[in-house]
T-cell receptor
Framework: GDSVTQMEGPVTLSEEAFLTINCTYTATGYPSLFWYVQYPGEGLQLLLKATKADDKGSNKGFEATYRKETTSFHLEKGSVQVSDSAVYFCALSPPGGYQKVTFGTGTKLQVIP | EAGVAQSPRYKIIEKRQSVAFWCNPISGHATLYWYQQILGQGPKLLIQFQNNGVVDDSQLPKDRFSAERLKGVDSTLKIQPAKLEDSAVYLC?????????????FGEGSRLTVL
């Protein structure tokens, strides 16, 4: 079945550092790929998405590129802020059908001043 | 626009007791999901509704969990009897049907502790 594998956390960075959170997936066909974020005390919310190969999703300074050849969707940000401290989830949804969304285990990011 | 509403936010029960969680999705969202998120893990889909029909309940432990979505709007998830391993956050999410964008809108969750 479909699955998502994320790098384990927690990840601790200093403010303004470069961030990469790795995500790889297993799925048939061309799924849509997502990054969701969960800030402390809040529900999950969509951060960015890409729906076909080579697409780049971006939002709030975060970017991720859909790489079909490596089945990856790594999350990057050039300069993190303390307010980016959260748990980040990679997810996928298979093409067609009823939008069944499968999540990875999450990566906790802590940014220190 | 009002978001996904869930209640209660917190619930503590003893094992073998029962509990029910309620979810009100965003108005107009035909698809409703219940996920279970155990501490340190990603959300796991328990059941997915399209209007008031079940689309996927393959990971729902049907001997103790049940869910319904009467009239295609609100939904209730019940656990009876609860086990220690049911301690988790139960997340409700909704989405527009037919877009297949995968964008789910989540509530804040209901945290269950089973003692």
């Amino acid at each position: 079945g479909d699955s998502v594998t994320q790098m384990e956390g927690p990840v601790t960075l200093s403010e303004e550092a470069f961030l990469t959170i790795n995500c790889t997936y297993t799925a048939t066909g061309y799924p849509s790929l997502f990054w969701y974020v969960q800030y402390p005390g809040e529900g999950l919310q969509l951060l960015l998405k890409a729906t076909k190969a080579d697409d780049k999703g971006s939002n709030k300074g975060f970017e991720a590129t859909y790489r079909k050849e490596t089945t990856s969707f790594h999350l990057e940000k050039g300069s993190v802020q303390v307010s980016d401290s959260a748990v980040y989830f990679c997810a996928l949804s298979p093409p067609g059908g009823y939008q069944k969304v499968t999540f990875g285990t999450g990566t906790k990011l802590q940014v220190i001043p | 626009e009002a978001g996904v509403a869930q209640s209660p936010r917190y619930k503590i029960i003893e094992k073998r007791q029962s509990v029910a969680f309620w979810c009100n999705p965003i108005s107009g969202h035909a698809t409703l999901y219940w996920y279970q998120q155990i501490l340190g893990q990603g959300p796991k889909l328990l059941i997915q509704f399209q209007n008031n029909g079940v689309v996927d309940d393959s990971q729902l432990p049907k001997d103790r969990f049940s869910a319904e979505r009467l009239k295609g709007v609100d939904s209730t998830l019940k656990i009876q009897p609860a086990k220690l391993e049911d301690s988790a956050v139960y997340l409700c999410a909704s989405s527009l049907a037919g877009t297949n964008t995968g964008e789910l809108f989540f509530g804040e969750g209901s945290r269950l502790t089973v003692l």
